[in-house]
């Protein structure tokens, strides 16, 4: 995760797409606090959300959020 810490403080140029990716991850937080992703993403191949977060997508979901505080 500190390769993707020093994107976002330096000049770099995926320093876009990592804020828009951490914005992504804020607006799709659930209404429980977490993050989680139906199965249904898989077949559809576009993000499905899942009715209640999962420990481990909230997890990968935070890391990346401190990873860039």
Known sequence: MN???????F???FRDEVQKGCQWLVDHRLSDGGWGENFES????????????QVVQ????????MAVQ
């Not at 898989?42 to 977060?53: H, I, Q």
């Not at 909230?58 to 959020?65: C, F, K, P, V």
């Open 3 to 9: 390769r993707l810490c020093d994107v976002c403080r």
């Open 11 to 13: 000049d770099s140029p």
């Open 42 to 53: 898989c077949e559809l191949r576009e993000y499905v959300a899942a009715e209640r977060s």
């Open 58 to 65: 909230t997890s990968w979901a935070l890391l990346a959020l």
